[in-house]
């Protein structure tokens, strides 16, 4: 399994500024991801934070507005730049890692970050 | 990842079995069903997967239909504590790709005492 820590769990802030947003794993993962989840909808993915090179962002998501850093395979931010009302959401962190002796993958995830912006 | 289709929402009184459905018609020969659960306030979690035998683990059961059309997430003795959304995601299990999860609008399960 993977134990992730998000901080912070939630913030309000003014539209206009930027918050970033820490994922720390407790094990080494190749990869991490960022997901949005609106009010009232599910996760949608944002971008992969690859370690060592730039982020894969999805489709409708731009490295302006949400820049991601992965300075080590522990470790990741998201930022959420110029913040305006629409960008209310949780922002969960996620990994991938190997469950047990199966040749397989399994996804695990923080426990997210509520944003308000007002 | 191949689409899937859930009820919106379902009831289940406390103690008994929870069945939830969900219909992936489009399934590939390489992908796995995998289902997950959201309870409020909190990240996902996994519960188990399955290719095309039924599975059981500690969580629930799995059950596959033969032409793998659909399948069906059994909680036996459903809890309040089950309240959560349950995401029913299939996916390819290795390989470019296999790693985002694609989430649908899941089904919202409400456990009644």
């Known amino acids: 399994s993977a134990v992730i820590s998000q901080k912070p769990s939630r913030d309000i802030c003014q539209r206009g500024t930027s918050l970033t947003i820490q994922c720390q794993v407790d094990s080494q993962v190749t990869m991490m991801f960022w997901y949005r989840q609106q009010p009232g909808q599910s996760l949608t993915l944002i971008a992969t934070?690859?370690?060592?090179?730039?982020?894969?962002?999805e489709s409708g998501f731009v490295i302006d507005k949400f820049p991601i850093s992965r300075p080590n395979l522990t470790f990741s931010t998201l930022t959420v730049s110029n913040m305006s009302p629409e960008d209310s959401s949780i922002y969960l962190c996620?990994?991938?890692?190997?469950?047990?002796?199966?040749?397989?993958?399994?996804?695990?995830f923080g426990q997210g970050t509520r944003l308000t912006v007002v | 990842d191949a689409k899937t289709t859930q009820p919106t929402s379902m009831d289940c009184a406390e103690g008994r079995a929870a069945n939830l459905p969900c219909n992936h018609s489009?399934?590939?020969?390489?992908?796995?069903v995998y289902w997950y659960r959201q309870i409020h306030s909190q990240g996902p979690q996994y519960i188990i997967h399955?290719?095309?035998n039924n599975e059981t683990n500690e969580m629930a059961s799995l059950i596959i239909t033969e032409d793998r059309k659909s399948s069906t997430l059994i909680l036996p003795h459903a809890t309040l504590r089950d309240t959560a959304v349950y995401y029913c995601?299939?996916?390819?299990?290795?390989?470019?790709?296999?790693?985002?999860?694609?989430f649908g609008k899941g089904t919202k399960l409400s456990v009644i005492p």
């Open positions: 995601i299939v996916r390819v299990l290795t390989g470019a790709g296999s790693y985002q999860l694609t």
């Open positions: 489009t399934i590939s020969g390489n992908e796995y």
């Open positions: 399955g290719l095309k």
């Open positions: 996620s990994v991938v890692k190997n469950r047990g002796t199966r040749r397989n993958t399994e996804a695990f």
């Open positions: 934070a690859n370690q060592g090179s730039e982020a894969t962002y």
